[in-house]
């Protein structure tokens, strides 16, 4: 079975940085794109960016919002995705959620970590 | 970047029902366009890709259609299961984009 789950969320001032990861199972990660997916309190869902898979070069696009703030890596060897946010304002708060996928539709999704950024 | 505006945003309905949701996009994105089902407190859940292509496992009640700008979302008969957040997102081009989403409730 697909497994992906997301770890490093919590509370942030903002200003600050914070690293979520997300780490998976039960597919080849190395072939897949990976996607971040954001959910304020109370909204809709927000696309944050992804990572094309190694094939497709690792490249990777981000939302506006987000750019220049936010890189999305990877460790193929211990199959984690990584999203470093840097600089947090308080309308990054959100439910961060690591999905598979990212070119196409997204099949799989992890449970979400929550990140507030709050003074 | 690509709008999706889905409606209605929330949408009352009984057991039986049949239901549709519509979300348009504000440019041709052919025929990528995917439909979620999201529950309180729960990731979303992938039901269509495609347009219409069903995601194996997934009740036949349960069907999308249209291309271009204009997509709906159909459920013939509505399950107690069934009421949830819809969520449309097409992946034409980036960024990637989602729908408001639409409150299905009681």
């Known amino acids: 079975d697909v497994q992906l789950v997301e770890s490093g969320g919590g509370l942030v001032q903002p200003g600050r940085s914070l690293r979520l990861s997300c780490a998976v199972s039960g597919f080849i990660f190395g072939d897949n794109a990976m996607t971040w997916v954001r959910q304020g309190p109370g909204l809709g869902l927000e696309w944050v960016g992804l990572i094309r898979g190694k094939p497709d070069g690792g490249t990777t696009e981000y939302a506006a919002s987000v750019k220049g703030r936010f890189t999305i890596s990877r460790d193929d060897s211990k199959r984690i995705a990584y999203l470093q946010m840097n600089n947090l304002k308080t309308e990054d708060t959100a439910v961060y959620f690591c999905?598979?996928?990212?070119?196409?539709?997204?099949?799989?999704w992890g449970q979400g970590t929550l990140v507030t950024v709050s003074s | 970047d690509i709008q999706m505006t889905q409606s209605p945003s929330t949408l009352s309905a009984f057991e039986g029902d049949r239901v549709t949701i519509t979300c348009r996009a504000s440019?041709?994105?052919?025929?990528?366009l995917a439909w979620y089902q999201q529950k309180p407190g729960k990731a979303p859940k992938l039901l269509i890709y495609k347009a219409s292509t069903l995601v194996s496992g997934v009740p036949s009640r349960f069907s999308g259609s249209g291309s271009g700008t204009e997509f709906t979302l159909t459920i013939s008969s509505l399950q107690p299961d069934d009421f949830a957040i819809y969520y449309c997102q097409q992946y034409n081009g980036y960024p990637v984009t989602f729908g408001q989403g639409t409150k299905l409730e009681i």
């Open positions: 999905v598979r996928g990212g070119e196409w539709e997204l099949p799989d």
């Open positions: 440019q041709f994105i052919f025929s990528w």
